[in-house]
């Protein structure tokens, strides 16, 4: 398939009494993508911590607490996300969260086409509140490259967008599009992550899309804060927009963005672009170690 509309979402976090409120949003957000044209959906990262709600204020005030209660819903909450795949025969990344797995927590991320589960990435490489704070684990299984019908598809969750080896392991593996669900409480937070997402496009030649939480959740202390937005970006070469930036959404503000993709220009970026930085990676090994030292001297009065 050559052409793609994505959808992105800036995605806002709520209370629900019980799991239909869950439920109506979830049907709620893909139709309308569905609607829209879109055959890629994607959700932010630790959007499923809405779901610490469902325990009552209590729970959702605990961090310990509300990672235990929203992971309790996942099997329900993979459940739905196929079934709203199916029904719109789409592929959607939806919400990560908390699982847990042979006793350690992981944040994961799971990944659903017309046929149901394609399977899950787990995040990588933790934050400091994940680490000192909430004891949320790195995840074991490494990362997976997804090979579906819209083309190869790797995820890198938010923080892990930010280390290019991850990134670079996917598309040195055939990732045309890397997926960067997030979830952070500044806009320095944020433009860390936007900025991370820029640059594996950039030197993969790839296009990434970065799909936020946005607004507040006081009542849950794991996202009371959320800023950000939603955006699609691709290398800043023939074929692609100048800036690099395909689609973008207004900063906090909740709703799908979305782009329509030519993933022939990926291989062609790669093959013939202006530039290659694809291609000339493995050239760094070769420049690093040999630089020179240079001291000023001071200049004698």
Known sequence: MSVLRVAAAAYPLDWFDDWSGFEAKALAWVAEAAENGARLL???????????????????????????????????????????????????????????????????????????????????????????????????????????????IGIVICYDSEFPLLARDLCERGAEILLVPSCTDTVAGYSRVRVGAMARALENQCVTVQAPTVGGALWCPAIDENRGAAGIFGPADRGWPETGVIAEGVLDQP????????????????????????????????????????????RKS
């Not at 709203?84 to 699982?99: D, F, K, N, R």
């Open 42 to 152: 994607v959700f932010p990262e630790y959007g499923a911590m809405e779901l610490a709600s469902l325990g009552g204020a209590e729970v959702a005030a605990d961090l310990e607490a509300a990672l235990l209660e929203v992971a309790r819903h996942r099997p329900e909450m993979d459940a739905l996300f196929a079934r709203l795949a199916a029904e719109h025969g789409v592929y959607v990344l939806a919400p990560s969260g908390p699982v847990i797995e042979s006793g350690r927590r992981v944040n994961r991320a799971s990944f659903f086409g017309p046929s149901g589960l394609i399977g899950h990435q787990d995040k990588q490489i933790m934050t400091r509140f994940e680490r000192e704070e909430w004891r949320v684990d790195a995840g074991l299984h490494g990362l997976t490259l997804f090979e579906t019908a819209l083309g190869k």
């Open 255 to 298: 709703g799908w963005t979305y782009a329509d993709l030519d993933l022939n220009l990926v291989a062609q970026s790669r093959r013939d672009g202006a530039v290659l930085p694809f291609r000339h990676w493995s050239e760094q090994g070769a420049r690093i170690g040999k630089g020179a030292f240079a001291r000023e001297n001071p």
